[in-house]
């Protein structure tokens, strides 16, 4: 249960680089890539607040 948040955070961090890269290519269109950049934004978010606050919660106990 303890890697479920860093591999969250691995997925958004993902959608948010692998969309860019193909936009780049010339493999996918600009609509697409801003919605998949959107949800991999919202993703992270939503993995590394609860993964990164509670380390240092940890380290002030």
């Known amino acids: 249960m303890k890697y479920v948040y860093p591999l969250a955070g691995l997925a958004g961090l993902l959608l948010l680089l692998i969309p860019s890269l193909m936009h780049f290519a010339g493999k996918m269109e600009l609509d697409q890539m801003k ?20 380390k240092s919660a940890e380290r002030k106990s």
């Open 35 to 54: 919605n998949l950049m959107f949800i991999g934004t919202l993703v992270w978010f939503a993995a590394a607040i609860p993964w990164l606050g509670k």
